[in-house]
């Protein structure tokens, strides 16, 4: 139960210092930003445009390995269809 008093005595801090001044604001604003993108960076977060890039290079492969499958689908059933029985 410590995690919600201590965040919000954090909040009440913060708003605070931001009341004493603009330079003050911008200060915390750059750490707070530092912070955040600290925090995205360490779990693994990707960007939407290598999101969308690792998508298109999947359904790329996905075609060529449902190209292949059907492929060997048919040069299997030429073979059994010319195996002797």
Do not use: C, H, Y
Request: proline share 4%.
């Amino acid at each position: 139960m410590a995690r919600p008093d201590f965040i919000s005595q954090l909040a009440e801090q913060a708003g605070r210092l931001i009341s004493q001044g603009p330079e003050i604001q911008q200060d915390i604003e750059a750490k707070l930003q530092v912070l955040v993108q600290n925090a995205f960076s360490k779990m693994n977060v990707v960007s939407r445009d290598e999101f969308d890039a690792q998508l298109a290079v999947l359904n790329r492969t996905r075609a060529r390995v449902e190209a292949l499958e059907a492929q060997l689908a048919d040069i299997t059933r030429q073979l059994d269809d010319n195996t002797p029985t």
